[in-house]
């Protein structure tokens, strides 16, 4: 009988009539894509500015992209991966792809689109932004109504394959999988109370089914479908929802084969549920996991084993790594070896590094030599590409014990009869705009092209320039600025033994913005003052009071790579003591305000609640260990950024600082009725002026919320401050919002 485009479907619909291409011996999850040089941030910032055209940004696009199938194609790697090229962010290119992108946002190309939602555009506040699970990568939140409507629009991964395949490069296109991308998303503003995102399941997966049958045609092989929401803790709904996503995924006629990579830890009650699904693949975290102990739950799927970390810079343990795939291979079990998750987490190359230690680059290995690795370990080659497991460090110096200060109340009386501040004082967060001029001049410095006197100078200059600012404003609490801070985090590694900082390692933190984490290698020791100079000279400048500006442990460890031969706290705890060093030697130096800023104490909180207060603990008591040597009159900030501060609130209580500023702007006070702050019992400045946005506040606004803050929080408790550092703004309206600020802390004071 011919058959005709009418005919029923065959008994066989729900299986794959045609047997899964063999999955790669060797593979990775993603890749970086900023660029080995960051030409992608130039050619991104370029095409804001208006001088480089849209052609321009796609051309540095392809090139990129290219470049990285050729390079990769040449270390050996078989299985490759596409669609892990982004113009901004992943997390946004899967509300384009499922057409879920805000209507307000849609302009005539899709790179424009993503920008207006990334960025805001004609008025229109962008999407909310935060953290990719524990690492220091940022998303856009997508919003997800019951109004929402999806549709598949494939255009995206479709031309990415084919731009490989024209190479000669064969890849497997990677998409956000649907339950993480629906577990990620937030409810529009509309949305009933109650609704949550993943309710509109079928809804997207009817999407997706469209995709992979778009990518089935063009002649991929395997797809791969990202869901790292499984490694935290999950619901049965959400599990279920999981089931009925890749029963329905894994059940289409016409798909290509499915590979659902887990990562960032392991998938413990998730993994059955996966394995009872219609995949053909399962990607497993074995860096931060374990290989379940009873293998048979993965009988019949592909393995693909993360036994290469993504997510530092440390050359594998080959031992280690072998045991596993040694375990899955002597039980039959089918198994590639992988990253742990995407190397977007690592820098591009350690052969671009010229100034490390040679030491030290001997243990290293970037995104481009865990390639190396991954194709050796494939290989069964355990001499070359990988190292022999490190051998344990001496142990480390025994810390004194962690002391308290004196009662609150104590310190509180201290501090008024010192510092005489006004009800509700207004400060900022630390850093004023950073200027082209001291870009340069750092640079030149570092080139050995300018003089360090010279360099001095130019420095006290702007400390001079932001000091007359802040007074002239009429602002209560002083700063130095930072001007010669590049990074709150790199500054003070590069003043402390124990870490060595990189030439080129960029890793991407949002959009076309790069931070270049320094490598915390060795003992952290402070072998002198680091910041006293300049806080001095500021404190010598003028007769209000300077803050001291620190950074605190934790952020220290956060935004660092760390050696993994210690436990996290001892390194954390090793860094707090030398933070408790500077704090001793600004008191010695008659500064009687110091801040000691600690905004990724949410970052690294676990995904999993079980581990969550022992890391509270002592992260708390490492924080402890920074602050509690200073003085009764000495007064200690803190300050955390991010909306996301709900779930640690009782930790920042717990800090004990005498004043703590808290992002609020973006929220729209929404921190203030939390009832763990309503217990707080200290100084508190919510943000009230929203530093991440061009936008300068009213007096209106500003003093509105300070009111609302008065009425939610006990009297004579409430600062009036930005919602972070200027470090990103520009001085016009820095110095118009801050000029709007004092004016409504002083109405709101009088009117008290
Ligand atoms: N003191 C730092 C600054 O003002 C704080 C930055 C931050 O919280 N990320 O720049
Ligand atoms: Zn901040």
Known sequence: QPATPHRPV??????????????????????????PRRE????????????????????????????????????????????????????????LLLGAVPDRYRRSTPEDTVFAAARGADGLAPLRMTKWFDTNYHYLVPEIGPETRFRADPAKPLAEYAEARELGVETRPVLLGPVTFLLLSEPTAGAPAGFTPLSRLDAVLDAYEQILGALADAGAGWVQLDEPALVADRTPDELAATATAYRRLGG???????????????L??????????????????????????????????????????????????????????????????PVSVSTSCSLLHVPYDLAAETDLPADLTGQLAFAAQKVDEVVALAAGDTGTGTVPAPVPAAAPAALPPVTDRSPYPV?????AARLALPDLPTTTIGSFPQTGELRAARAELAAGRLDPARYDAIIEAEIDRVLALQEQLGLDVLVHGEPERNDMVQYFAEHLDGFAVTGNGWVQSYGSRCTRPPILHGEVRRTGPITVRWARYAQ????????GMLTGPVTIVAWSFVRGDLPLRTVVHQVAEAVRGEVADLEAEGIGIVQVDEPALRELLPLRAAERDDYLDWAVAAYRRATSGAGDDTQIHTHLCYSDADEVLAAIDALDADVTS?????????????????????????????????RVPSVVEIADELRAARVALPAGRVWANPDCGLKTRGYAEVTEALRNLVAAAREVRHAA
Do not use: C
């Open 10 to 35: 065959p008994e066989s619909a729900g299986r794959r009539r045609v047997a899964a291409p063999e999955f790669p011996a060797a593979t990775i999850l993603g890749y970086p894509r900023i660029g």
């Open 40 to 95: 992608l941030k130039r050619a991104m910032e370029a095409y804001w500015a208006g001088k480089a055209d849209l052609a321009q940004l796609r051309e540095t696009g392809r090139r990129l992209r290219a470049g990285t199938w050729t390079d990769l194609a040449g270390r050996g790697l078989a299985g490759q991966v596409s669609n892990t090229f982004s113009d901004y962010d992943q997390v946004l290119d899967a509300a």
């Open 252 to 266: 289409l006629a016409h798909r290509p084969a499915l590979f659902v990579a887990s990562y960032f830890g392991a």
């Open 268 to 333: 413990r009650e998730a993994l059955p549920v996966l394995a009872a699904s219609p995949v053909e693949a399962i990607g497993l975290d074995l860096v931060r996991g374990e290989l379940p102990d009873e293998l048979d739950v993965v009988r019949g799927k592909v393995i693909v084993a993360g036994v290469v970390s993504g997510r530092d810079v440390w050359r594998t343990d080959a031992t280690r790594a072998n045991e596993q795939l040694d375990r899955l291979r002597a039980a039959g079990v």
């Open 411 to 415: 310190r509180a009386a201290a501090q």
């Open 540 to 547: 010598s400048r003028t007769d209000r009071p300077v803050k």
């Open 662 to 694: 808290i992002e609020s702007a973006r929220s729209h006070g929404r921190i203030l009725v939390e009832p763990a702050l309503r217990s707080f019992a200290r100084g508190l400045g919510p943000g009230v002026y929203d530093i991440h946005s061009q």
